[in-house]
T-cell receptor, first 114, second 114 residues
C-alpha cells in the first residue's frame, strides 16, 4: 500500500475563488471520508462515500461544497466562492471492506483563503 | 450526535514519566473507540482501537487504553514517555447507530520535557 495521498498539500487562494482538492485512497479501499480540521480542533466529518455513492453529508457541507467519487477510486472536494472561514486543513481517509472501522488518513490539504 | 471530550488541551510530562490523556464520550450505547496521533504537518495515525473485545487495548509505541463503560471513558496511557511521543493525540468514537461515521475530540497536545 502506498497510503492515502492528497493533492495539493497547500493551497492559497483569494476569497471568492473556487478550489478543488483531490484524494487518492489506498487501492481497493471502498470507503472514503472527507474531514475538515481547524486550528485547535479535531477533524469534523464532512461526507463519506462507499464506492461511488455519497452516503452521507454533514450539515457543515454548505451548498458551496461538493464532493465526487466518480469511479469509486479517487475523490475530489470542490469549494466554490471560497470564504475566509473555509481556511482549514482538509483531510481524507479511507477504509477497507474487511476493516471498516480502521481509517487511514492522508496528509491533508491546507487551505488558506485571503 | 455523539460527543467526545478530551480534558486538557495541553499536557506536559517529563521524559520517563507516566502519560495519561483523558477521553470521555457521551453515548449510552457503547461505540467503537479510537486513539489517533498526529505529528506536525502529517495526517492522523491510528494508535489503538476498542471494538467490543477486551476492555484493555494495547497499541503501537507502548500506548494502551482501557474502556470503562460505567465511566464512559477511554483514557490513553503510557508508562514512560519518550521525547518522540510529543505530538497531538485525538480520541474518536463511532456513531453508535452508524459504525461507519466517526466523531473526534478536540485533541490534546503532549509536550515531553527532557
Amino acid at each position: 500500500d502506498t497510503g492515502v495521498s492528497q493533492d495539493p498539500r497547500h493551497k492559497i487562494t483569494k476569497r471568492g475563488q473556487n478550489v478543488t482538492f483531490r484524494c487518492d485512497p489506498i487501492s481497493e479501499h471502498n470507503r472514503l471520508y472527507w474531514y475538515r480540521q481547524t486550528l485547535g480542533q479535531g477533524p469534523e466529518f464532512l461526507t463519506y462515500f462507499q464506492n461511488e455513492a455519497q452516503l452521507e453529508k454533514s450539515r457543515l457541507l454548505s451548498d458551496r461544497f461538493s464532493a465526487e467519487r466518480p469511479k469509486g477510486s479517487f475523490s475530489t472536494l470542490e469549494i466554490q466562492r471560497t470564504e475566509q472561514g473555509d481556511s482549514a486543513m482538509y483531510l481524507c481517509a479511507s477504509t477497507s471492506r474487511d476493516h471498516t472501522d480502521t481509517q487511514y488518513f492522508g496528509p491533508g490539504t491546507r487551505l488558506t483563503v485571503l | 450526535a455523539q460527543s467526545v471530550t478530551q480534558l486538557g488541551s495541553h499536557v506536559s510530562v517529563s521524559e520517563g514519566a507516566l502519560v495519561l490523556l483523558r477521553c470521555n464520550y457521551s453515548s449510552s450505547v457503547p461505540p467503537y473507540l479510537f486513539w489517533y496521533v498526529q505529528y506536525p504537518n502529517q495526517g492522523l495515525q491510528l494508535l489503538l482501537k476498542y471494538t467490543s473485545a477486551a476492555t484493555l487495548v494495547k497499541g503501537i509505541n507502548g500506548f494502551e487504553a482501557e474502556f470503562k463503560k460505567s465511566e464512559t471513558s477511554f483514557h490513553l496511557t503510557k508508562p514512560s514517555a519518550h521525547m518522540s511521543d510529543a505530538a497531538e493525540y485525538f480520541c474518536a468514537v463511532s456513531d453508535p447507530y452508524n459504525f461507519n461515521k466517526f466523531y473526534f475530540g478536540s485533541g490534546t497536545k503532549l509536550n515531553v520535557k527532557p
